[in-house]
């Protein structure tokens, strides 16, 4: 079908993303290993000089920057929750894209437990969330999720290598759909089925433009 010959032609590989320097590297590094250890630190801990460095490097960041929330694509891709090279938040962690498929290594720490050890479900959804809607750029075409149904088989663990795998079962005019799971050591930890709804470029920036005018 058309639709397959599109996606059999695309590229394999993901979004181009704007370089990151090297003291920005480090800044988002140190910030990642702050966001671990700060775990360890007992809520009745009390340390002026400690609160007084963060609040000095919150003055220092908020004075270099230069960019408002709607940003080129190239810069928004580094601030992606889950992967974005510029977000502390997000674990290292590097897709990697084949024809119809794509996966990827992580390791969530401390800060993103929920049950004792485990990883947070809805950490577990996003990661899904985001793994099998990042398949769209395999069929180079603007997308949003319609549904995602997820099954948590068993605890996700902290500091544990894992992988998330995603892959195009079906590809249709109008949407495609998605299945992918989270392993650890062989054994699958939490599996989606996701529905996504392609847009042509028009619809989808009014949409995007709707979200932005109620972040302003």
Do not use: W
Not at 99 to 115: C, D, L, M, N
Not at 161 to 167: G, H, K, P, S, Y
């Amino acid at each position: 079908c058309k639709e397959c010959t599109r996606l059999m032609t695309s590229s394999t590989q993901g979004p181009d993303v704007a370089p990151v320097s090297s003291t920005m590297q480090r800044t988002v590094e140190a910030l990642r290993r702050t966001m671990k250890a700060i775990y360890h630190v007992h809520p009745e801990h009390d340390s002026e000089d400690i609160a007084s460095i963060a609040e000095q490097l919150e003055k220092e960041i908020v004075a270099a920057g230069t960019m408002g929330l709607g940003q080129p694509s190239l810069e928004r891709h580094t601030r992606n929750p889950l992967n974005g090279a510029m977000n502390p938040m997000a674990p290292p962690m590097t897709f990697e894209y084949g024809e119809k498929s794509i996966s990827a290594k992580v390791r969530f720490h401390e800060g993103y437990q929920g049950p004792p050890a485990c990883v947070h479900g809805g950490i577990v959804a996003a990661l899904l969330d985001d793994a099998l809607g990042r398949t769209r750029h395999l069929t180079g075409r603007n997308c949003v999720t319609g549904s995602l149904n997820i099954s948590y088989k068993r605890p996700t663990p902290l500091n544990a290598d894992l992988l998330v795998n995603a892959r195009i079962d079906e590809i249709h005019e109008r949407k495609f759909i998605v299945s992918g799971e989270i392993t650890y050591d062989g054994e699958v930890t939490a599996s989606a089925i996701g529905v996504f709804v392609f847009l042509d470029t028009e619809k989808f920036n009014a949409l995007v433009s709707d979200a932005r005018s109620a972040s302003r």
